[in-house]
């Protein structure tokens, strides 16, 4: 069961990237460029004219950039911030240009707000499937055309992280040496400053690369990480304000060194942000902060900002549009109607037209007319090559859909339908109707990116359909495995005698799907979605005589249907505190009056009720609370305060000089990682770097704290103190605000939750130790409540940014993104991990077969991931897109890692 757990759910957790975020690319479809529109259609630039096309870009990204640090006048600074009183701006040359001749605006990324990703949208036009963030930097999952594909040179210079996603034998790429990417090293600007020096000196002294750069369309790439690791260590404090005005000397310094070298005026400039950050030092999610990344682009073949139609695209960000013009008008001090936004996704676009390269073949990207310099012809042109290059992939995916489709091909638009648009947008523009043209090529833009989504959803109804079952299947599966393996009547009635005839069923229809899904060529693991469900069904259709007897003998339909009932409306309401974490307090509240139903003493009662009122308070705290490290030293006090105080009111039944020893010892480990972590903080903000003595002390005092559990007696009480004391000493010192204090809580909440269980066993008529009861049905929904708090008693993490990424420099301050997320998943699985130790404990002590417990929270969990996999979106802010796939990935990676735990649980709870 176990097994078949771990694949069902790894393979289904990815269902929604076959379904909601497939990858976009198609190939085998024309190209178009400007040239070669020009000799179809006998259209020619106006004789005289030179030419409208820049014969080089400088394309330049601030990694990690919010626009609004940018853009934003500053009027008042504090005393932290080292720009002088005078200044106004954090980046003067680029306001000046912004001033004169730049067009700007933002443009908005889309989830996730990462590097590959986002380097992705603005450089190739489309935006890479969600799960490819995760298959590594460096390496390219799947072909894709660029525009700087179609170059004749390409220089690329900057992180070795970003510029060897792009490869080619026309690209010449320098990097720096990763180790110099040190996020908590004093001088952030390093890594800039040798982009910059290193750009200075190839194109003064390196002849190879003058020689190349002589030549038209070419791009000159500088990617900065400067300002991203900044962010990550001061957030939006000195150090960012820092690289900001950094970088803005050094592009100052480009343009001068460009203009000096080339001096012809030819060179087009793009300065713009792959991702934001967000205030507390983070990007990977939709926050707007995340999403909004600044755009500002002069030189040849861009048009001014007083040029063109301004437009501001909506996010969310604020109320209405009224008042976001407003704020332009305010903070940025700018006119509203000047500020031109696009989608990150255009900008490859931009890019290809200035440059008069065909565009990349799989770009989705709309051509910011606002920022295109030339006359209504030049722009009309570009435009609808635009138009059919997207037309041009939805023809292709018409086409492949139609060919592997067996039945009822249901098709979008006719390619001559399509053919017959864009003839007609041809003869306007020779006709120099452009106004008319401009709106059919929209209009026919529209059409190309709507069909597009249209085969992209097309297969969605049969494999949600499939999802579904497979998941309804998997818990029902769950409930007959353990009524037939733990309870009595399991024992009592025989199995059935259908096997061969269910078998049959099960493997014809098993052929007839898998025969369906190999003629229509889909991916081969589309069979593996449709094994999970017959396999279900058929166990559960095998034992129909035992479900039966169940629901004759044991099954009330007034009684439990209304237990039933009740279980399905808490789950539901768990599903809203994904979207609320208020939720988790009011239901706090509500369990805070339980005792009073189990008719307890008023002491417990009082006891009880006081911790749901403090525990329900951590999830009114916002989740991007901040560093502060007196609530770290008030948790540490406050834990060991609660594990001497339980240690006294309760003292372990056998006296054993080594235990006490052994308990004093962890709080000892316990309060020494405290003194690491204030220490770690003061140097660090003292921009004097990770201490080799405190990343040590860090490493070692968690791996003894962590092995000293095992020395512990099998006695309940001291083996529980024991190994939450364990697990505190690596929490303190990953923490940042009130994460110890939570942590302290749920300690207090294990000693009540211990003795109400022991109260209901003993009400429980049907309870029979070694046997499942009615009553665990009621401990799996506590415990999966408590579970639950535990993701969000210490922030939301339905989005990445509330991660506090500070905490790992603690352990490592060397850029290592999969070491540093290792390291903080560990945090946020620390109090997860004590609930789940306690929950084992709880199991042992009242007789409950923990393995069949385990079963039943599997399949009550799983009620909620079929919420969370129906409210997965692709639509809407990226805010609303990134949340959603949030949720699903947490309510199945949280019945994943439960899995993992209570093997774990059984290592450190041993013999109790």
């Not at 037209?353 to 722009?379: C, Q, T």
């Not at 009547?489 to 014809?508: C, P, Q, S, Y």
């Not at 166990?539 to 044991?554: A, G, T």
């Not at 103190?721 to 009130?738: D, E, M």
Request: hydrophobic share 45%.
């Amino acid at each position: 069961v176990i097994i078949v757990g771990i694949i069902f759910h790894c393979a289904y957790m990815m269902s929604i990237f076959d379904i909601y975020f497939k990858s976009p690319i198609v190939h085998g479809m024309n190209q178009y460029s400007f040239d070669q529109y020009a000799n179809n259609s006998s259209s020619t630039l106006n004789s005289g004219q030179s030419s409208p096309f820049a014969k080089r870009l400088i394309f330049i990204v601030g990694d990690g950039l919010r626009a609004d640090k940018l853009f934003e006048i500053i009027r008042s600074l504090d005393s932290q911030s080292s720009l002088n009183d005078d200044l106004e701006v954090s980046a003067p040359f680029l306001r000046s240009k912004m001033e004169s001749v730049a067009s700007f605006g933002i443009s908005h990324t889309r989830v996730p707000t990462e590097s590959r990703p986002c380097h992705v949208a603005m450089i190739a036009g489309f935006y890479e499937d969600v799960s490819a963030v995760t298959t590594g930097w460096k390496e390219n999952p799947i072909e894709f055309d660029s525009a700087f594909n179609q170059t004749n040179y390409v220089l690329q210079i900057g992180s070795p992280d970003v510029v060897h996603l792009f490869k080619g034998e026309h690209i010449d790429t320098f990097n720096y040496p990763p180790e110099m990417e040190d996020f908590v090293m004093h001088d952030k600007s390093s890594l800039d400053r040798w982009v910059f020096d290193k750009f200075e000196n190839l194109i003064t002294h390196d002849e190879s690369v003058k020689n190349k750069l002589k030549q038209d369309k070419t791009i000159i790439f500088l990617h900065l990480l400067g300002i991203d690791t900044s962010g990550h260590a001061y957030k939006m404090g000195k150090g960012y304000y820092d690289s900001i005005r950094y970088v803005d000397e050094g592009v100052e310094r480009v343009h001068k060194l460009v203009n000096e070298f080339f001096g012809d005026n030819e060179t087009a400039f793009i300065f713009t942000a792959d991702h934001g950050m967000s205030s507390k030092g983070a990007h990977g999610d939709g926050n707007p902060e995340c999403t909004r990344t600044p755009l500002v682009s002069w030189g040849k073949g861009i048009r001014p900002f007083y040029e063109g139609q301004g437009n501001i695209i909506s996010d969310g960000s604020f109320p209405s549009s009224t008042a976001e013009e407003k704020y332009v008008k305010q903070s940025w001090m700018v006119n509203p109607k000047f500020r031109k936004d696009i989608k990150q996704a255009d900008m490859s676009v931009l890019m290809s037209a200035v440059l008069g390269i065909p565009f990349p073949m799989n770009n989705v990207g709309s051509l910011p007319l606002s920022y295109l310099a030339g006359d209504e012809k030049f722009r009309a042109i570009n435009f609808h090559i635009n138009a059919k290059q997207i037309v041009a992939q939805l023809l292709q995916k018409q086409a492949a859909k139609k060919e592997k489709t067996l039945l009822f091909f249901r098709e979008y638009m006719s390619k001559e339908v399509l053919d017959a648009k864009s003839n007609a947008i041809t003869k306007k523009i020779m006709a120099e109707d452009y106004a008319g043209a401009m709106n059919d090529i929209q209009e026919l833009l529209n059409i190309g990116i709507k069909g597009l989504n249209y085969y992209m959803t097309y297969d969605w109804p049969q494999l949600m359909s499939i999802i579904f079952l497979g998941y309804v299947g998997w818990m029902f599966y769950l409930m007959v495995f353990c009524l037939r393996h733990y309870t009595k009547l399991g024992h009592e009635v025989k199995g059935d005698n259908n096997l061969f005839i269910i078998g049959f069923i099960a493997i014809t229809t098993l052929i007839s799907l898998s025969s369906y899904i190999f003629l229509q060529n889909d991916p081969y693991h589309y069979h593996m979605y449709t094994i999970f469900p017959i396999f279900f069904f058929s166990y559960i259709l095998n034992h129909v005589r035992l479900i039966y007897q169940f629901f004759c003998k044991y099954f009330s339909f007034q009684k439990d249907g209304q237990s039933l009932f009740i279980i399905i409306v808490v789950l539901e309401v768990m599903v809203c505190g994904y979207f609320s974490r208020d939720i988790f307090s009011v239901c706090f509240i509500i369990l805070g009056v339980a005792p009073t139903i189990l008719e307890m003493n008023f002491s417990y009662r009082f006891g009880w009720l006081t911790t749901c009122i403090i525990m329900s308070l951590f999830t009114l705290l916002p989740a991007d609370y901040g560093n502060d490290i007196s609530l770290v030293i008030i948790g540490t006090l406050m834990f060991c305060a609660c594990q001497i105080t339980w240690r006294v009111i309760k003292p372990p039944r056998e006296k054993s000089f080594f235990q006490d020893v052994l308990f004093f010892g962890q709080l000892t480990v316990i309060a020494l990682a405290c003194a690491v972590t204030v220490s770690t903080d003061v140097s660090i903000a003292n921009r004097s770097g990770l201490p080799l003595p405190n990343q040590i002390a860090a490493w070692g005092l968690s791996l003894i704290s962590l092995l000293l559990p095992f020395l512990s007696s099998n006695a309940y009480q001291v083996r529980a103190q024991s190994i939450l004391s364990g697990f505190a000493t690596p929490l303190v010192l990953l923490s940042v605000n009130y994460e110890v204090l939570f942590y302290a809580g749920i300690l207090v909440a294990f000693l009540f939750w211990m003795r109400q269980e022991k109260k209901k066993r003993k009400k429980d008529e049907s309870f029979t130790p070694g046997w499942l009861s009615k009553s665990e049905f009621s401990t799996a929904i506590f415990f999966i409540f408590l579970f639950n708090v535990g993701f969000f008693g210490t922030g939301n993490l339905a989005t990445i940014a509330s991660f506090e990424l500070s905490s790992v420099y603690r352990f490592i301050s060397v850029f290592s993104p999969f070491t540093m997320a290792a390291i903080l998943i560990f945090k946020l699985a620390i109090p997860l991990i004590a609930v789940t130790m306690i929950f084992v404990i709880i199991l042992k002590v009242t007789g409950t077969p923990h393995f069949a417990a385990l079963l039943i929270v599997l399949a009550l969990s799983d009620i909620m991931t079929i919420n969370f996999f129906f409210l997965v979106s692709d639509v809407g802010s990226w805010l609303e897109i990134g949340n959603s796939i949030s949720r699903f990935a947490i309510g199945n990676a949280m019945i994943i890692i439960l899995l993992l735990l209570f093997s774990f649980a059984q290592i450190y709870v041993g013999n109790v």
